[in-house]
């Protein structure tokens, strides 16, 4: 066993050229091969890749999909998203523990099975879902597990449960995955029909200077959520000093609800990497990587293969599609599941082979990026994007959407509506006439932009869906009447404080504090020095911690707070003894009362 | 006209607090002119029979008898500040938190390396009074209206803050007070 791991690590680490940069694709390896990546193995890699253990066991011990103990043959990730609970995934939860005879974050012990939550994967809109190993399976019930089990048990491989693949290219070979994309309206720049190169050979016609240029005409703003403007992105990376340059492609869609960009992958993956080519062309760079999210790597293969294609054609390669001079490539990189790997500079630790730790800026990534070089780093959809800038024009682009915001955004739907999935809407869409369109009229409540963002009432659906009001980078969660929007904040909460990634104590710390004291107030325990308290608290978390993660993690509380305040007016007590509402003393007494046998005197 | 009053406990901590409310030295015969000690273990009155302006507690709550002395200042006093680490945080006492508590009293009783204990006796006499499952800081227990960090605060701490209520002025300590580093 232990020769046999030697030998597997030495060769794992060799193809990947002994570069600990290359730890995320070392780790994954071992883990996929030996179902945990022990201590022996870490210790074996930091020998290959000579680089420090801990740089090892911190990437391990960092990223969810990685264990040191070993997992079973078959992993089941069960989904537990907000979105997910409102559709079941509770009684699929049941249903797994009963079949398996173990509870989550357990191996069965024949080592077959092993059970564990993860937060949104990108399929609210087909929930409860759940990955297995790699495969993504859909609109689960008790029965379907039990059934799923059943079968693997009996031998089928996870490929095998796929029995219906789902629309669009999800059947092709390739994918064959019974995920679904749910397009249910089409606009004009990402869903439009295209041809391949034309939108490339059109901008290497131009010089790079007059490429930013078009897309600085065109308005394009980041479509990972921040909306900055990408033609002055790249304007900087462009000038920043340094002879390499790289593109990133951001590809994490982490933000709970987001699930464009896994539509865009599918259906529109050249798209996605002629925009990253053209970027490439524009700032100077001859290597671009595409970070996939851990929860998408059902998708790799099938990427890998559009990136050959595009190679054999010469889109990729030397002198790209004929451009004298002009060399380029791009390789995909799989994450394993951390939501703060889709922070930009997160993302580019990530790549080089560390722990998804926010760096401090400035310098921004821009200046200094991946492996020190200058880097823009954009969302797939802002990619896409770009592709359809070159094939119409800019002018063309920016005549689209409303003023400040151009062009469409691709939304993603889930929860309380009748037609859940993407739509590609123009900007400046009314909130109302959106939920409308999706079948969501009754709403009581509407996140707009995830966890992140807002969690908005019926007073302002008649706001427009743009980066200068309502911005999102794709999520929309739409809660029906009967939800309660107080516990939709708190398993916002309890996903920040599971992905904090622990560098700064008002996230680390404050998240768990604002979640305890807001549960206070959810089970009638709390007072109006609770609100007082969340109140102070949540501004303290949002300006001093160090990344977008703590800054916008208490927005949950602070927007229901103001949104929705009688939610909590209603559920205070009146407290003239000042005494802690919430403290029970006969729950802080068991185990004094069970070791020593007798009952409390004083209470 | 009669004094305010001055009411202070030693919950679970280690006594160093109120050594440091000692340490305002003479300080204490001018605090005396205006306010006047009740409840507290410097002048051993046991039981509350007039109303306090200000509690001062050091330590949290490890055992039941700490809360009911606790509960019983939040009766008594108008102001309760919460003096010091261990009523703040739990402090030291709580480093058992993540320890179960039978685990901790056989470690303290029968298995640790100095202990002699042939007939393996764990005290258990109604006097002693039941430990809480974990250790409390006071905020957890009663409302705290200020807090005052340290390990002990210092005396100035403390005399800067008192000076301030009985004044009705703000308590705004300068930040060499409460710096640590
Ligand atoms: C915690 C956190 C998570 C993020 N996740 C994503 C993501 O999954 N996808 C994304 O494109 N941007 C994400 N971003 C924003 C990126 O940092 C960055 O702004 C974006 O990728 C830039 O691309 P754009 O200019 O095309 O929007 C995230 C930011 C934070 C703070
Ligand atoms: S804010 Fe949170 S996620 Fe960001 S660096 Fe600090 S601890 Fe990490
Ligand atoms: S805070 Fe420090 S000095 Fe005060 S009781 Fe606790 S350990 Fe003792």
């Known amino acids: ?603 | 006209m009669s004094k305010p009053k001055v009411a202070t406990a030693a919950l679970s901590g280690c006594f160093g607090c109120h050594m440091s409310i000692l340490d305002i030295d003479e300080r204490i015969l001018d605090l005396i002119e205006v306010v006047d000690f009740h409840k507290s273990p410097i002048n051993d009155i046991k039981t509350f029979t007039e109303r306090c302006a200000i509690g001062i507690i050091e330590g949290g709550c490890c055992n039941e008898e700490n809360v009911a002395v606790l509960q019983d200042f939040r009766k008594n006093c108008d102001i309760l500040i919460s003096f010091g680490d261990c009523a703040t945080m739990g402090g030291v006492p709580a480093l058992r938190n993540g320890i179960p508590l039978k685990e901790c009293l056989d470690e303290a009783y029968i298995d640790g390396p100095t202990v002699h204990n042939p007939n393996k006796v764990v005290p258990n006499d109604r006097e002693l009074p039941l430990l809480l499952n974990k250790v409390r800081p006071c905020q957890e227990i009663v409302k705290i209206d200020y807090s005052l960090p340290g390990c002990p605060p210092s005396a100035d701490t403390l005399w800067e803050a008192l000076n301030a209520l009985l004044a009705d002025k703000p308590v705004d300590l300068p930040y060499e007070l409460i710096k640590f580093d």
């Open chain 1, 1 to 603: 066993m232990s020769q046999n791991l030697e030998t597997f690590v030495k060769h794992v680490c060799r193809e990947n050229g002994n570069d600990a940069g290359r730890m995320m694709d070392i780790c994954r390896a071992v883990q996929a091969e030996f179902r945990c990546v022990s201590p022996e193995a870490m210790t074996l890699i930091a020998q290959e890749c000579n680089c420090d253990r801990s740089q090892v066991e911190g990437v391990v011990s960092f990223y969810h999909f990685f264990s040191t103990k070993k997992q079973g043959e078959v992993v089941i990730w069960l989904c537990d998203d907000v979105i997910d609970e409102m559709k079941g995934s509770a009684d699929v939860a049941e249903a797994l523990k009963q079949e398996l005879g173990v509870d989550f974050g357990q191996t069965t012990t024949d080592g077959k099975f092993t059970l564990g939550w993860t937060p949104c994967m990108g399929l609210p809109d087909q929930a409860p879902a759940a990955m297995i190993n790699e495969e993504l399976v859909t609109n689960l019930t008790g029965d379907k597990i039990r059934e799923m089990v059943r079968e693997l048990r009996a031998g089928a491989s996870v490929k095998d449960l796929v029995k219906v693949p789902g629309d669009g290219m999800n059947a092709d070979p390739r994918l064959n995955t019974m995920v679904s994309n749910n397009i249910r309206v089409k606009g004009p720049v990402i869903f439009a029909d295209i041809e391949n190169a034309v939108g490339l050979k059109a901008a290497l016609a131009k010089t790079p200077e007059e490429v930013i240029e078009e897309v600085k005409t065109s308005g394009l703003r980041g479509r990972g959520g921040a909306g900055f403007s990408t033609g002055l992105k790249w304007m900087f990376t462009r000038g920043a000093e340094g002879e390499q340059k790289y593109i990133m492609c951001n590809a994490d869609e982490g933000e709970p609800g987001t699930f464009k960009d896994r539509i865009i992958l599918t259906e529109c993956a050249d798209m996605v990497f002629e925009g990253m080519t053209i970027a490439g062309y524009a700032i100077g760079s001859t290597e671009g990587v595409l970070y996939l999210r851990g929860e998408y790597a059902y998708m790799k293969e099938y990427l890998d293969s559009v990136l050959e294609e595009r190679r054999d054609a010469g889109l990729l390669g030397k002198n790209v599609a004929g451009k004298e001079g002009f060399d380029y490539d791009i390789r995909v990189q799989l994450g394993a599941g951390a939501y703060v790997c889709g922070e930009e500079s997160a993302l580019i630790s990530s790549c080089e082979g560390t722990r998804g730790d926010v760096k401090t800026r400035p310098p921004y990534p821009a200046q200094k990026g991946y492996k020190g070089k200058p880097t823009s780093v954009n969302n797939v959809e802002t990619f896409a994007s770009v592709n359809r800038i070159f094939v119409n024009s800019g002018q063309w682009f920016s005549a689209t959407g409303s003023c400040g915001s151009s062009g469409t955004k691709l939304l993603s739907v889930s929860g309380d509506c009748k037609r859940p999935g993407i739509y590609e809407v123009p900007f400046g869409m009314k909130l109302i006439d959106f939920l409308k369109m999706c079948g969501g009229e009754d709403a009581i409540a509407v996140q707009v932009g995830g966890p992140s963002g807002e969690l908005v009432n019926p007073d302002a659906f008649g706001r427009s869906i743009e980066y200068d009001d309502l911005a999102t980078g794709g999520s929309m969660m739409v809660f029906g009447p009967g939800r309660d929007v107080l516990k939709v904040a708190s398993k916002f909460l309890e996903f920040f404080v599971e992905e904090s990634c622990g560098y700064c104590t008002p996230c680390r710390a404050g998240n768990v504090f604002i979640k305890e004291r807001l549960d206070r107030i959810i089970d009638g325990k709390g007072d109006k020095d609770d609100i007082a308290y969340l109140e102070q608290l949540c501004n303290t978390v949002k300006v001093t911690s160090r990344c977008g993660l703590g800054q916008t993690s208490p927005n949950p509380v602070t927007s229901t707070l103001k949104n929705f305040r009688g939610e909590y007016e209603s559920r205070i007590q009146e407290n003239p003894d000042r005494m802690e509402l919430s403290f029970d003393i006969n729950a802080e007494l068991t185990e004094a009362a069970a070791i020593t046998g007798r009952m409390s005197e004083h209470f």
